[in-house]
């Protein structure tokens, strides 16, 4: 189902406890690209309040022990994190999403100061930074092809620095006011379980109250065997005296535990090139663990019962890595914030249980619509400006 208009009040219409989980991009009081639904309502009280209110009535409609993941920007996301407490949710955690994409919106103050003065000093052409970014822009043009590696073609103009001209500006060189970004948060939540209800029974009455460990597992990763220097995989125990009893369990064949850290394309190969190939040796059954492994010492090392097959990767292997897609944004998608389908189909998947409804009361251009539907769940899709409304509507399968 998906509704046009202000999510506040068509939320109000919603039944009481019948949505299964809160997946949802909302704004981050930033003024995004000067965007009128992104500003800050007056500032952060004004804008908490104004979040609280339609997060309580998220709360009201869904199931009790409902599991939510709401996006935040980390400049912003202590006002949203406040305005879902506030609204009576629990904090449970908060998904780290790390991405290589982005740029900082850094003021130069070198440059302004000489701007001030009315100076401008001595241009030149980076090389460097077009050695390092091939295929960035410099000065709005793009230099991919204009750069040779070297020098620039001939009558290509624009491409220049300016090195500081004023004594002012020289002693602020490299200042500016801002980092790249490289994160965003996907704050996990919970509406309270049922009174008096554990987990247990809440789940065996509502079909709420866990996430889905095993289908949001990180497939390929296992905690393999024990590496030739004798640390172990399993645990990360001592392999000396008592600790060594603790015989370490085998492989999950589903794949690593989900954990609170998720990387894109871009970050992985950051990551793998700092770590380089990581490897672990295999241990098999034996009553001599000194030759099997090499290890020496500890006096109940005498006994491996399981099979620990070998592993080997990157450092990234250990995170959820979502494949972006082309079709995520598509010609006639004109949203600033479209999410990537695949790292929605995940989010959903880890805390809706199967068959369940889907509530997003900021749906954007319909990611998580898109994403629910791929994955057989059912969803539930509010958005107040039309332009965006109706790009959903033609990106999410079977909608009305």
């Not at 695949?342 to 509530?359: D, F, N, Q, S």
């Amino acid at each position: 189902m998906l509704l046009n208009g202000d999510c506040l009040e068509y939320l109000k219409k919603q039944e009481s406890s019948s949505i299964d989980s809160l997946v949802t991009d909302p704004p981050a009081g930033i003024a995004f690209m000067g965007k009128d639904w992104d500003k800050d309502k007056g500032g952060r009280d004004a804008w908490i309040v104004w979040m609280k209110e339609i997060m309580e009535e998220c709360l009201r409609v869904l199931k009790p022990g409902a599991h939510g993941l709401v996006w935040a920007l980390p400049r912003t996301s202590h006002w949203t994190a406040t305005a879902l407490e506030n609204a009576g949710f629990e904090v449970r955690d908060v998904i780290c999403h790390i991405f290589g994409s982005g740029f900082p919106k850094n003021h130069d103050v070198s440059k302004a100061i000489d701007k001030l003065h009315g100076v401008k000093g001595e241009s030149y052409v980076d090389h460097e930074f077009m050695r390092r970014n091939p295929g960035k822009k410099l000065d709005g043009i793009d230099r991919k092809k204009e750069y040779s590696g070297t020098e620039f073609k001939e009558g290509i103009e624009g491409a220049t620095r300016n090195k500081p001209g004023s004594d002012d500006a020289k002693k602020w060189e490299g200042f500016g006011t801002a980092i790249k970004p490289s994160n965003e948060h996907w704050i996990l939540v919970r509406k309270p379980l049922e009174k008096k209800l554990t987990v247990a029974k809440n789940v065996l009455k509502h079909g709420t109250g866990a996430i889905n460990i095993d289908a949001s597992r990180i497939e390929g990763a296992f905690t393999s065997g024990w590496s030739k220097s004798g640390s172990k995989g399993g645990d990360n125990l001592s392999m000396s005296g008592k600790n060594y009893d603790r015989e370490p369990k085998p492989d999950n064949p589903n794949g690593r535990f989900p954990a609170n850290t998720i990387v894109d394309e871009s970050a992985v190969a950051e990551l793998d090139e700092q770590s380089g190939v990581l490897k672990s040796g295999k241990l098999s059954p034996s009553n001599n663990v000194k030759k099997s492994t090499g290890w020496s010492g500890g006096s109940q090392a005498n006994r491996v019962k399981n099979t620990f097959e070998p592993n080997q990767g990157g450092a990234s292997r250990f995170f959820y890595c979502p494949k972006a897609s082309k079709r995520d944004k598509g010609h006639f998608n004109t949203h600033p914030t479209c999410k990537n389908t695949k790292l929605m189909e995940y989010l959903i998947t880890l805390v809706t249980p199967p068959g369940g409804i889907v509530l997003d009361p900021f749906m954007g251009s319909g990611s998580t619509g898109v994403a629910a539907i791929r994955k057989g769940f059912k969803f539930v899709g509010i958005e107040r400006e039309t332009e965006y409304y109706d790009i959903a509507k033609k990106r999410i399968p079977s909608s009305p």
